[in-house]
């Protein structure tokens, strides 16, 4: 006679660096977010360079194509995170404030703007 196998579960444990890289990306998001909306509030919705946000703000409106790109980021970012890819959570953070939030902090504080 054949016994079912025992699964054996083991809790998952918390991770104070997963925890705070994961803030960090939060936050990084909204950076991004709100600095977005702000340079289209500015400069209009040409100023967007990526061309699958610009097509949604078009299509749909800054506000409501800024929040469901975030809600997507940040369900990936949770996601990574739950399964433990906290390093790539870091990097995309990383990736982020480089190449989405600096950017924008310099078009809209640069004292020569366009």
């Not at 705070?20 to 967007?48: C, H, K, S």
């Not at 097509?55 to 980021?73: C, H």
Request: hydrophobic share 55%.
């Amino acid at each position: 006679m054949l016994l079912p196998a025992t699964v054996v579960s083991q809790p998952p444990t918390r991770s104070t660096f997963g925890d705070a890289i994961l803030l960090l990306f939060l936050l990084a998001q909204l950076l991004d977010g709100v600095l977005t909306y702000v340079g289209i509030a500015v400069f209009g919705e040409g100023i967007e360079g990526n061309p699958l946000l610009a097509w949604y703000i078009a299509m749909f409106g800054p506000g409501v194509a800024l929040i469901g790109a975030k809600a997507v980021a940040v369900g990936c970012g949770a996601t990574l995170h739950f399964c433990a890819r906290h390093r790539t959570v870091g990097v995309l953070t990383l990736i982020y404030l480089a190449a989405a939030v600096w950017p924008w902090m310099l078009i809209i504080w640069s004292p020569n703007r366009m």
